[in-house]
């Protein structure tokens, strides 16, 4: 893939803070539909789902998730999740640079586990389930570290940043203690090195809508991007994620009148424009189908 491109798909968020690159989200939520849009990042992520009916998108891989359990998204990987009921869906991540742990004498752990998941050379199992003699201590270690977390003032801000030297401190020696159960347990393996093609077809389209959603996109110049005939690949685009390239684009669409209609008070016919649809009645039908409501109900709603 051309590096600009896949440059623009990754996450630019700064997860915790530059000396100390470490955060938390959580997610707790009634609503059916997409939790987290999809995007890779160089952090290490581990997601502890509480409860709820959720499916993630790893790659090329969907997973259904219906009870508890932890997944581990490693460096560079395309995921998304979606929730898919309107029951009460939570779950908690925890993403951080594995360079963070690194030990500033050369040691034995250095050598053969910190700088292999700093170069990307060796990868975290994919999930863990309560029945694995290795979870409750994985567990113990996650909730340790949202812990820490907790005693920060901005803790309930997602991404919060451990600024205290004792939060850090906790944080850190309980991911090493999770480092060394998933070592124990021999839950690691040799990273699959090979690109698969793919996921980089998948980056580009999503890229490009990215790029172009103010405009019209036809579902064949998203086809001969990834060199494929427009069937072939929306039955391709969505096993990938999900959704049919309509409902990624329109999805893109309605996420950005919302930003527009919460930051700005731009009028709903130019947040239309704006967003990439071009008759309003059209708009407001999508936006109505995604959200339940009208654009300016909306805004008064999140103005109270």
């Excluded at 405009?215 to 991007?225: C, R, T, V, W």
């Amino acid at each position: 893939m051309n590096p600009e491109i896949k440059s623009k798909l990754k996450e630019e968020r700064l997860h915790g803070t530059s000396s100390f690159p470490c955060g938390i989200y959580r997610t707790k939520t009634s609503q059916k539909g997409i939790i987290v849009k999809h995007h890779w990042h160089e952090e290490i992520e581990v997601i502890h789902f509480i409860k709820g009916d959720f499916r993630l998108l790893v790659n090329m891989e969907s997973y259904e998730i219906k009870d508890e359990c932890i997944f581990f998204i490693n460096s560079g990987e395309l995921h998304g999740i979606i929730s898919e009921s309107k029951s009460l869906n939570e779950e908690h991540a925890i993403v951080f640079q594995p360079g963070l742990l690194s030990f500033e004498a050369y040691d034995t752990a250095q050598m053969y586990l910190i700088n292999p998941l700093k170069n990307n050379e060796i990868s975290f199992p994919r999930c863990l389930y309560p029945d694995h003699p290795s979870y409750a201590s994985v567990l113990d270690c996650f909730i340790n570290v949202t812990d820490a977390f907790e005693t920060e003032e901005d803790s309930k801000v997602q991404g919060a940043v451990a600024k205290a030297v004792i939060a850090q401190l906790q944080i850190k020696v309980s991911l090493l203690k999770m480092l060394s159960v998933l070592y124990q347990f021999r839950l690691y393996s040799d990273s699959y090195r090979d690109t698969d093609t793919r996921v980089e077809l998948i980056k580009a389209s999503i890229t490009f809508i990215r790029n172009h959603y103010r405009e019209k996109i036809y579902i064949h110049d998203l086809a001969s991007l990834a060199n494929m005939n427009e069937q072939y690949f929306c039955r391709f685009f969505k096993k990938a994620l999900g959704r049919t390239p309509t409902e990624y684009i329109n999805d893109y669409r309605i996420r950005n009148a919302i930003s527009l209609l919460e930051t700005t008070d731009l009028p709903v016919m130019n947040i239309c424009l704006d967003s990439g649809f071009f008759n309003l009645g059209n708009f407001l039908k999508i936006f109505r189908r995604y959200t339940g409501t009208t654009p300016l109900q909306y805004r008064k709603e999140k103005s109270k």
